[in-house]
């Protein structure tokens, strides 16, 4: 036996051993290590495939749907089904439970096989695809005016810029709050805690989607101007939060 192939034994062995223990990134690189040693020894290509598959359902589509595209490993919304049957058909061969006998093969062959029910299937596929269009809402972060409290949601594009506070018209830090106030129960209000200073309630109206901006995209629009202070003008940038 030459010593290329040991040492891709030893290699392949390191990697099933982490993939058991769902250290998914380490278990690819000592498979990918593996099949550089020795392109021809079996079962790397199989521990690459499932930590691929696992990998990309770790990763949700706006947190809310599996991304059944990047499991099945094709660009998001592909219409080429011969392709989309291509992967399904490569995928399937290296995780099926019956040939694969590395852990968590199972899980990573179901996870392909239900992306092929929904790719494949035209209704389902067009249902999908516009629930993932619906729910690629622009991103968002929550701050507050440390001068007068108010809370404002902005697009992501606008942290760490200088904001200018709809309420008392003072110019602020654009700093994301880790989470937002707790609502308080009954009232349709945020309970702002500053610090350790309590600051009353903000009030906030919560739509069916949860607090978004509804003119997200007007910010959105002025933070592309790349002024770094927003100048004063009628144009509402966050959605004020009214005070007690
Ligand atoms: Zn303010």
Redesign the pocket.
């Known amino acids: 036996m030459n010593t290329n192939r040991v040492e891709a034994e030893r290699l392949l062995a390191i990697g099933e051993k982490l993939l058991q223990s769902r250290d998914l990134s380490g278990s690819r690189d000592f498979a990918i290590l593996a099949q550089e040693a020795e392109p021809l020894l079996e079962g790397s290509d199989q521990i690459v495939a499932i930590v691929d598959v696992l990998i990309a359902a770790e990763k949700p589509i706006n947190n809310d749907h599996l991304d059944w595209y990047a499991i099945l490993q094709l660009d998001r919304t592909c219409e080429d089904l011969d392709l989309i049957r291509k992967q399904y058909r490569r995928l399937g061969l290296l995780l099926h439970p019956d040939k694969n006998p590395f852990s968590l093969a199972d899980h990573a062959f179901k996870l392909v096989t239900d992306a092929w029910a929904v790719l494949s299937d035209p209704v389902q596929k067009a249902i999908y695809d516009r629930d993932i269009v619906a729910s690629a809402q622009p991103s968002t972060f929550w701050t507050a005016?440390p001068?007068?409290?108010?809370l404002y949601q902005y697009p992501s594009t606008c942290e760490g810029c200088c904001l200018r506070?709809q309420?008392?018209q003072?110019s602020?830090h654009g700093l994301s709050i880790p989470s937002l106030p707790p609502l308080v129960p009954g009232q349709e209000a945020y309970y702002c805690n500053w610090g350790c200073l309590p600051m009353g309630f903000v009030f906030g109206t919560l739509g069916s989607h949860g607090p978004l901006l509804d003119n997200a995209s007007h910010a959105l629009a002025v933070s592309n101007g790349a002024t770094p202070e927003f100048a004063s003008s009628s144009r509402k940038r966050g959605r004020p939060r009214k005070g007690v």
């Open positions: 005016c001068y007068c409290y108010f506070c309420n008392c003072r602020f």
